[in-house]
């Protein structure tokens, strides 16, 4: 079983849609978590870490849900330039070992 | 800050060949990775790095040697090169911070293997 996956998408939305993406991972002991960004052939980036409160970054929206292992990213009024794939990482508490899930595509169209 | 670099950006090997990929970071970060990242698998952990002279293996390590001698530098041979290893390859790092930190990616390298 994979440590992280990701429902690949392509998630094809709207201008001004709301989107979300889930992100499950396998080891309940697992400590940290982060949503990165990755436009085409550039390296990912970060886009948000994930808080146990849940948090948000303007239109972004991370939560997480310990009991069910999984992470989710909310993306309201989806903007063009939005179109990216969106990696979720893991830290399962080994202070430099991230697992990551496979990403999912979002292509946000006129 | 040139943030972390890597070098060369595209690289063709035959089978059998070796080579090393170089990665660089000047923001003083102790931890360093090396990832690959192939269709449909996303990053793949090859070999980290918590600080100079030491160096554990990740998820893929077969085939692939690190060290780490200085802060800065955190090359990785591939020794014997075999086409599955076909892929594009990037370096991060990151501040110590029991993996609560932001991980920084290089630009990646692009190595196909004939």
């Known amino acids: ?110 | 800050n040139a943030g972390v670099t890597q070098t060369p950006k595209f690289q063709v090997l035959k089978t059998g060949q070796s080579m090393t990929l170089q990665c660089a970071q000047d923001m003083n970060h102790e931890y360093m990775s090396w990832y690959r990242q192939d269709p449909g698998m996303g990053l793949r952990l090859i070999h980290y790095s918590v600080g100079a002279g030491i160096t554990d293996q990740g998820e893929v390590p077969n085939g692939y040697n690190v060290s780490r001698s200085t802060t800065e530098d955190f090359p990785l041979r591939l020794l014997s090169a075999a086409p599955s290893q076909t892929s594009v390859y990037f370096c991060a790092s990151s501040f110590p911070g029991g993996g609560y930190n932001e991980q920084f990616f290089g630009p990646g390298t692009r190595l196909t293997v004939l």
């Open chain 1, 1 to 110: 079983r994979k440590e992280v996956e990701q429902d690949p998408g392509p998630f094809n939305v709207p201008e001004g849609a709301t989107v979300a993406f889930n992100c499950t991972y396998s080891n309940s002991a697992s400590q940290s978590f982060f949503w990165y960004r990755q436009d085409c052939r550039k390296e990912p980036k970060l886009l948000m870490s994930v808080y146990s409160s849940g948090n948000e970054d303007g239109r972004f929206t991370a939560q997480l849900n310990r009991a069910s292992q999984y992470i989710s990213l909310l993306i309201r009024d989806s903007k063009l330039s939005d179109s990216a794939t969106y990696l979720c990482a893991v830290n399962s508490g080994n202070f430099n070992k991230f697992y990551f899930g496979s990403g999912t595509k979002l292509n946000v169209k006129p």
